[in-house]
């Protein structure tokens, strides 16, 4: 079945918020196996509306239409729902005393325009709310189904997760299930092309590419009878997506991410790791401390943006930055030895390069960044060359050293495989 | 003129994003005066894309499309707006070049699929990109303007604020200008309360105030004939909020961030400053060091997530931390003057706290932050308890740290209102 969802609101077409409403009920869709091919967003404009709701009703089974439920005269989405309908507009006894109460709880004055959220069309199923004073409505014809939620988050996001998805529900034989294989040091489109084939002989399960800052995630999703089955589905694909990224992968779970993938695997190993950054100044640090309980393998870190700073905390000879400068392949070793020695670490990621939008030569330009991770008398050492603004050279710069620390930490278990500065 | 968005994008569909360039294209072109009234998401399908843009061509002047430019076979948005607009696609000696630049910049292989994004439409005015791989479009024919731009927003919002709005603006009679005056150290509804008068007596210019983490923007906005007009008609009404809201302004440029504001202070009074972290492990020095030029001030800055790190990078006493504890004034304190001392700085700024999920207790729940600025032998100390998740509390509480220094340095010039800690 098809879904299409109706977002009304001023406020949304002059861009003062956020349609989150959109995502989330976007997400809970897919979830219930809807097709969604259409969003729309309109003003408080009842000919807009209309014509809109006229068009949803010819090309999609289902439509849901958020915004437009308050007490005041421009709100019209119930009223020009039903009209669509054919139904005219009766009040509901108990929407009525439910507002009732709901503003006396609040000790809210009622003014005559709260008692228009008490008209429902009639023979419509009522979505009570126990959050605010719009009642949501759910409008059956042989042919469409609409459902009308209130706008304000905290009203849709309750009814539609406790009235509206177990609805939805029922007349769904099928359920959608998805993984999401997320992939590390490796392009949005180097990763398309090595599953190209997939991509294109696949309907169910499907897999599909999603680029990140740094990342590539692989969504594979399949829609069966039953969990179970769908799961079922998903399994070979994810080990043939295993088999052709090997290390690259770290985790199958959305929620985890790659800082979370590293506290595993410094837990699992009980390594200790510290951070020594100069363009990007704290941002890896306080990156992998969005993981709680990290303290125990990341008890310092250290910003040394000068020359001085990587001298004096971590022991960086100046010679190093006189001879190579401070952004250079020698000097990110040096940060990095001299990082884990400090912090009487295992490891030690450290980061040095030209942010910009300054500082740049020919040599050097704006973009250089050297990264290197010390492990226990060895390096792993990159050179990146990034563009852009910036924030987003420091982004990609701790995206990379998150990387990196990952494939150092992977390697100890090769030790062929480490490169030694 | 009207305007009218399409984004295009699965992801959007499926729920897997939220529609923040939305929000961003819908702001701008409401202050450029044009009127929007359709905003639509449709998936990755040249059907459906394309009876999409031959409806909007009908009602809408403008045409502003977002996503589907990437270099991937599901990529479609510029062969179908060409389509519809009749245009073959030509390559782009420029775009091919900057292609092959940007994917060497970063090492990335270029495969078969990455030439795509040469392609443009034929007369068609090109938007280059220098932060992605997809140049945006500008067509016209007599009737309708079409604006293609990438989708992700680090790409969307540069090319739109640089080439969109001033390519729209000259066709606008009427100018819209706005200021933004920014506020940190008070939440949203005081503000609001504080100027409720000129909020609802203002027609032109209009005040309107956007909570942001941490801070209040105040954007006056004018419609004028000309620029200087609505300038003129914008500095009385920025005279009043100055007199309202007096030092909780530190700027009246959109561009300017509150750690540009703190430089420019650090550089007006030459004074060095370093960072001491625990909860917020990096993100409050990440922040600073978004300023460029910034290193003459901060040198270094200190992660000191643990005990040990707190006594050994800092010198916090051993005493200071058994008796009061790591989340405690009397820690924020010996951080702030440890840090500086370290560091050899004027001033330092030292946050600690429990950013949860677990670490909490009854005395001590998560969400309470300590942080102290440390000046020349003075302190500023502050305990905020904050709500939500862990890194929302990070972010709050880095946001906290920045108003913090920022009031220190100002309270430098009147020693009255410091307070001892």
Redesign the interface.
């Known amino acids: 079945m098809t879904v299409e969802l109706i977002c009304v609101g001023t406020e949304?077409?002059?861009?003062?918020?956020?349609?989150?409403n959109?995502?989330?009920?976007?997400?809970?869709?897919?979830m219930l196996g809807l097709s969604?091919?259409?969003?729309?967003?309109?003003?408080d404009?009842q000919k807009?509306l209309e014509e809109l709701i006229r068009t949803a009703k010819k090309r999609s089974d289902i439509i849901i239409l958020s915004g437009g439920l308050g007490p005041t005269q421009d709100d019209l989405t119930k009223e020009t729902a039903a009209k669509v309908m054919g139904r005219t507009l009766v009040e509901d006894e108990r929407a009525h005393r439910e507002i009732k109460e709901f503003m006396a709880k609040r000790s809210h004055a009622i003014t005559e325009n709260n008692w228009k959220q008490a008209l429902v069309p009639e023979g419509c199923k009522v979505l009570y709310n126990p959050n605010g004073t719009a009642p949501g409505i759910i409008m059956e014809d042989g042919q469409t189904r609409i459902i009308l939620l209130p706008g304000p988050p905290n009203e849709l996001v309750p009814m539609f997760e406790e009235q509206v998805y177990p609805y939805l529900k029922e007349s769904q034989p099928e359920v959608i299930c998805s993984k999401m294989v997320k992939l590390c040091g490796i392009?949005?489109?180097?990763a398309?092309?090595k599953i190209?084939d997939l991509?294109?002989k696949q309907t169910n399960p499907t897999v599909?590419?999603?680029?990140k800052t740094g990342e590539v995630h692989l969504?594979i999703t399949a829609k069966a009878a039953t969990e179970e089955e769908a799961y079922q589905m998903i399994a070979p694909v994810e080990d043939e997506l295993q088999e052709r990224f090997g290390d690259l992968i770290y985790t199958d779970d959305p929620r985890v991410s790659l800082e979370m993938a590293i506290y595993d695997l410094l837990k699992a190993k009980g390594l200790t790791v510290t951070?020594a950054?100069s363009?990007?100044?704290?941002?890896?640090?306080?990156q992998?401390?969005?993981v709680?309980?990290i303290?125990e393998y990341?008890?310092?870190?250290?910003?040394?943006?000068?020359n001085?700073?990587k001298e004096?905390?971590l022991g960086v000879p100046a010679d190093i930055l006189r001879q190579y400068g401070a952004v250079s392949s020698q000097t990110a070793e040096a940060m990095a030895a001299g990082g884990a020695n400090a912090?009487n670490a295992d490891l030690c990621i450290a980061v040095t390069g030209i942010?910009?939008?300054?500082?740049g030569s020919k040599e050097k330009p704006v973009?250089l960044v050297y990264m290197s991770c010390y492990c226990k008398g060895r390096w792993y050492t990159q050179e990146?060359?990034?563009?852009?603004?910036?924030?987003?050279i420091?982004e990609y710069s701790v995206a990379s050293a998150l990387t990196l620390l990952r494939k150092t930490i992977l390697a100890m278990d090769k030790p062929a495989d480490f490169n030694n500065g």
Chains 1, 2 share one sequence.
Request: charged share 20%; net charge positive.
């Open positions: 949304l077409l002059l861009g003062n918020i956020v349609n989150t959109a995502a989330f009920i976007a997400e809970k869709c897919a969604m091919y259409y969003q729309s967003v309109v003003g404009n807009r392009g949005e489109s180097s398309e092309t190209l991509i294109e599909a590419p999603y680029a969504r951070t950054e363009c990007t100044g704290g941002l890896l640090a306080g992998l401390i969005n709680p309980g303290s990341l008890k310092e870190g250290y910003v040394t943006y000068s001085e700073a004096k905390l912090a942010a910009g939008p300054d500082g973009g990146h060359r990034y563009t852009g603004s910036r924030s987003k420091r």
